[in-house]
């Protein structure tokens, strides 16, 4: 079946760095890709849909310019977290769709913890 | 807007069935899923419906959609515990399209 590989699975970080999330489609081409966001005990929540190519469409009241996002190949997304802070501590997680599937493929999800 | 909704907690004795209920406001939503996610972990997707089906099957559990409720439900057989785990339940219009998480419920088995 398709996988999605989600680099790093965790990281911890110093406030004020910035954080690189990679979301690979390994054997198919993902045309779009969505990163979600889960705080501790909560749902997931949608940030933003990357769209190869083209600029990504975030979610309403996710900052852009913090959760930066390119998509600049049909098997790589990134999300890089800039400047974090312990706010931002989350578990990140990224999905791709696959043309012709019948459902998402999730990656395994970034833990992220800033100091 | 799009909303789905979840109770939080479920308990239930080890054997029993357990029944998770969601409900849905997007009446555009065509896929209907549920995941399973264990403590620090990704999401496993357990099984997913089609809007233009009332029931789907897959071994030990059971999905039953009621569209004009918009009402959404898993029951598991059998419950073990290694059942134990938060369950999602999730929506999209499309297959390739974001997908919109309830709060998630917390399924605990008790001896």
């Known amino acids: 079946g398709a996988v999605v590989s989600q680099h790093p699975s965790w990281v911890i970080c110093k406030s004020g760095t910035s954080v690189k999330i990679e979301c690979r489609s390994l054997?198919?081409?993902?045309?779009?890709m969505f990163w979600y966001r889960q705080f501790p005990k909560q749902s997931l929540m949608l940030m933003a849909t990357s769209n190869e190519g083209s600029k990504a469409t975030y979610e309403q009241g996710v900052e852009k310019d913090k959760f930066l996002i390119n998509h600049a190949s049909l098997t790589l997304s990134t999300l890089t977290v800039t400047s974090a802070h312990p706010e931002d501590s989350s578990f990140y997680i990224c999905?791709?769709?696959?043309?012709?599937?019948?459902?998402?493929?999730f990656g395994s999800g970034t833990q992220l913890s800033v100091l | 807007g799009e909303d789905v909704e979840q109770s939080l907690f479920l308990s239930v004795r080890e054997g029993d069935s357990s029944v998770i209920n969601c409900t849905y406001t997007?009446?555009?939503?065509?896929?209907l899923y549920w995941y399973k996610q264990e403590p620090g972990a990704g999401l496993q997707l357990l099984t997913y419906?089609?809007?233009?089906?009332d029931m789907k099957q897959d071994q030990r559990l059971t999905v039953l959609l009621n569209k004009k409720d918009k009402h959404l439900s898993l029951r598991i057989a059998d419950t073990q515990t290694g059942d134990s785990a938060i369950y999602f339940c999730a929506e999209s219009i499309t297959s390739a399209s974001k997908i919109i998480f309830g709060s998630g419920t917390r399924l605990s088995i008790r001896p």
């Open positions: 419906i089609f809007s233009n089906m």
């Open positions: 997007d009446s555009s939503s065509t896929y």
């Open positions: 999905s791709a769709s696959r043309q012709g599937a019948e459902k998402l493929f």
């Open positions: 054997d198919f081409q993902a045309t779009t």
